[in-house]
């Protein structure tokens, strides 16, 4: 008996669940006629006999034949290249209909991993409320971590989004982690002091396993703890050592000179980073080493850019290119030190690390800590951010140079120029305690800290850098509640670099934060002619100001804990005339130390390359090492004008 060869028999069969019956009259069928409904059945068989890519497939030929289920077909082509991995071509055809995507949280939800993904946070914004919306906690969670990799001080949807988020989920701990991250952007003290508390808590019963979904970054600046920085993991690819054995065998050609590769987004000259390595891509030795910057800065911040930057060495635009268009660029160039300069901070490219790229991979500068899940040989640092003890929360291994692990450019940043008091409208005989750090880094024990050390000492104002209007009321606010009146409490605003560099030394003295000290910013105060104080920390992110401290040679700026900071700074604040000679010294110290001697650290770092590449060529794994210092200057190494 011949089977009947129409859709409608197709149909049937389907609806019977014979399958593979009906396979084979669609197949039968489509010789004859090829229209929408016909594909859309294919595509539904073809998902039951388990073939999914045939069945994305069908569902994109039935929506390209039109129809009133087109969009339908459509959408369900996407779901499954979504689902079987096939992500950049999920996120073509989601290209189509993004109107509607931005209506129906499922999709929302796969266009937006798939960009979150490509690290291209701003661009899953506009899908941030469908998200919001959803009763999915997924889809809850993903909008909520859109809102803290876009950050928008201007804003206020944000903190509100994980607010209603953790008002739905009361007892969940990844997402009271996120409202944290917000509550810190926006100094927001109160709702620090309610939730820290039963982090903390949890945590001290054992419960560790929602950290994961905490950003390596922000886990930072609420804990101390190398073990528990370790653990967060948000976003962060995907990552097995394997990979570092891959690369290891992989064959690479070396060359005389050696080839480092920096990868950045923060490629231009008014950059933090930039005002920190700029003078070290200067000086790089040509003879021994090419150097080439892999540059995924956005268009606009470039277009502010005024340095030549081929002086800093070749730079290659690796914006557009995808993961593995950037690798193939890196392995044809044969790099042979790749240097993340980015870490766990927006706008990275970590992604391509865990694709062999280099025979050696390096983090260094721009993430105080591991770069969790990340496949890097080496972390660059010294003996104080990486001290021994911190070893066994590393994958990499500890590359440590002898004075400092931060350079620091004296070429292109210029020194402060005077000013008075009264131009910026500060009291003329008060002591002034500044905070130039950013508000994240400001914890509620800071301000009860700052609180107690103002009410030691009665002749004196605390002046606090803030980001936005939110924080400096709740700054005030908190200090208010501690008993420090109003009219001792002063702010500032952001200025143009080199207008703030000039205000800074009209302050007494500098008060550091815990657990993130002031990295580009104590540098900043010690360049300036403020003496920064801090005390010692228990990771690599606390422990910065120390390192810059010794460069400097300023050691007695270095308490042993809290309690010592709180009873150095009131001494300070009673005896203002203790502070001259250590001013004195840091403008001796300013064109002498190693701190701000660029060239020097540039053979330090250089040194560690040839050691990485050395270790590398002789077939030895990597480990950890030291390198020694240079010789001491016995004159400036440079004179600048004032």
Avoid at 95 to 115: C, F, G, M, Q
Wanted: aromatic share 8%; charged share 25%; hydrophobic share 40%.
């Amino acid at each position: 008996m011949l089977t009947e060869i129409s859709y409608k028999a197709a149909s049937q069969q389907f609806r019977n669940g014979n399958y593979t019956t009906s396979l084979a009259t669609i197949n039968r069928l489509l010789d004859v006629q090829k229209d929408a409904r016909t594909y859309m059945l294919l595509a539904r068989t073809l998902q039951q006999l388990g073939h999914k890519a045939e069945a994305a497939q069908s569902y994109l030929l039935a929506s390209e034949l039109g129809g009133q289920h087109a969009d339908d077909n459509l959408i369900d082509s996407i779901r499954i290249y979504f689902e079987i991995g096939e992500k950049e071509k999920a996120l073509a055809l989601a290209n189509r209909i993004l109107p509607k995507i931005t209506r129906d949280p499922a999709l929302a939800y796969i266009v937006a991993s798939l960009l979150m993904d490509r690290n291209q946070a701003r661009l899953a914004r506009v899908f941030k409320t469908v998200l919001m919306r959803s009763n999915e906690l997924e889809h809850m969670r993903l909008g909520a971590r859109i809102s803290l990799y876009t950050w928008d001080i201007f804003d206020p949807s944000d903190i509100e989004t994980a607010r209603v988020l953790l008002s739905r989920l009361p007892n969940n701990n990844s997402i009271r982690l996120m409202y944290l991250t917000f509550s810190r952007e926006h100094s927001k003290f109160d709702a620090q002091e309610r939730h820290q508390p039963i982090i903390d808590a949890a945590v001290a019963a054992g419960d560790t396993e929602f950290l994961r979904w905490d950003g390596t970054f922000f886990n930072l600046h609420w804990t101390g703890d190398e073990h528990l920085n370790q653990m967060a993991r948000s976003n962060t690819p995907t990552f097995s050592p394997q990979m570092t054995a891959i690369r290891h065998q992989m064959r690479h050609r070396w060359s005389d000179k050696i080839r480092i590769g920096y990868v950045s987004s923060d490629l231009f000259d008014q950059h933090a980073t930039m005002k920190l390595i700029r003078r070290i891509f200067e000086l790089h030795d040509r003879d021994r080493f090419e150097i080439t910057l892999f540059c995924h800065t956005e268009e606009k911040l470039l277009r502010a850019n005024v340095a030549d930057r081929s002086q800093w060495g070749t730079v290659v635009t690796v914006r557009d290119m995808d993961d593995q268009q950037f690798v193939n660029e890196i392995r044809a160039r044969g790099i042979d030190i790749l240097v993340d300069l980015k870490g766990h901070t927006t706008g990275n490219r970590t992604n391509i690390f865990n694709m062999q790229p280099a025979p050696i991979q390096v983090g260094w500068l721009g993430f105080p800590g591991s770069t969790v899940n990340v496949d890097l040989d080496y972390v660059v640092g010294d003996k104080y951010v990486l001290p021994d003890s911190s070893k066994p929360h590393y994958y990499e291994k500890f590359c440590r140079l002898p004075e400092t692990y931060q350079p620091n450019d004296p070429v292109n940043r210029p020194l402060a120029q005077a000013m008075t008091r009264k131009e910026v409208g500060l009291p003329e005989d008060a002591f002034i305690y500044a905070s130039f750090n950013a508000n994240r880094k400001i914890t509620p024990r800071m301000m009860d800290v700052w609180s107690d050390i103002l009410k030691a000492t009665p002749n004196s104002v605390i002046w606090i850098l803030t980001n936005n209007s939110d924080g400096r009321i709740n700054i005030q606010k908190k200090l208010l509640a501690n008993g420090v009146p109003a009219k001792r409490i002063l702010f500032m605003n952001k200025l143009h670099f080199e207008h703030h560099l000039n205000r800074i030394p009209l302050a007494d003295l500098g008060l550091d934060t815990f657990p993130v000290n002031g990295h580009t910013t104590t540098s900043e105060q010690l360049w300036a002619g403020l003496p920064v104080l801090t005390y010692k920390g228990t990771n690599f992110a606390s422990r910065v100001s120390e390192s810059l401290l010794n460069a400097i040679d300023l050691p007695d700026m270095i308490a042993e804990d809290e309690q010592d900071y709180l009873r150095r700074a009131i001494e300070f604040g009673n005896n203002p005339e203790m502070l001259k000679p250590l001013r004195k010294r840091l403008e001796d110290n300013r064109l002498r130390s190693p701190l701000f001697d660029a060239e020097r650290f540039c053979r330090h770092i250089e040194a560690a390359y040839v050691t990485m590449v050395d270790r590398a060529k002789q077939g030895l794994k990597p480990d950890h090492f030291d390198i020694a210092a240079l010789p001491p200057r016995t004159e400036p190494f440079m004179e600048k004008a004032d």
